[in-house]
């Protein structure tokens, strides 16, 4: 299958909640890296970010898909989130949290009409101060708001 990733990243970029999504995401989690990432087979693009950790991507910048929990997530369809890798039986001895550094991560599946998009993930060197199963509920409807305006952005793109 061919996608075009670069269409991909400029429609997230043209959907103007997707800064304040980001930044609510970030004061809500208390982490200090958010995005919206394209997750393919075979590909992680970032699509749009907020960092204020430095973790260091920028929309359009890569990872290797098999390094990233969001490649588990575009298989499995479901969201995913940790408080304390450390402290966390099924994450603590996980490639991705030791490769990249980080204590806190939640991330959700975008379900566009078509299918799985991407991601909607944050992370943070810190663990969690907040109980990030209470904003799960938030996490997945700012999800299915992304998806519902790529889905728009494609039809009246379609037209």
Do not use: N
Request: hydrophobic share 45%.
């Amino acid at each position: 299958m061919h996608y075009d990733f670069a269409a991909d990243i400029a429609a997230v970029q043209r959907i103007p909640e997707v800064e304040a999504i980001l930044a609510d995401v970030c004061r809500l989690t208390g982490m200090g890296f958010s995005a919206v990432a394209r997750v393919t087979a075979d590909r992680w693009i970032a699509c749009q970010v907020l960092d204020q950790i430095e973790f260091g991507l920028h929309p359009g910048d890569e990872l290797k898909v098999q390094t990233t929990i969001c490649d588990e997530i575009r298989a499995s369809r479901q969201g995913v989130y940790i408080d304390h890798v450390a402290a966390d039986q099924a994450w603590c001895t996980h490639h991705t949290p030791a490769l990249y550094g980080f204590e806190s991560y939640i991330s959700w599946p975008i379900l566009r009409a078509e299918g799985f998009f991407g991601t909607l993930c944050a992370i943070d060197p810190a663990p969690s101060r907040v109980p990030l199963a209470t904003l799960v509920p938030q996490i997945e409807d700012y999800a299915q708001q992304i998806a519902a305006e790529l889905d728009r952005l494609s039809l009246a793109a379609s037209r």
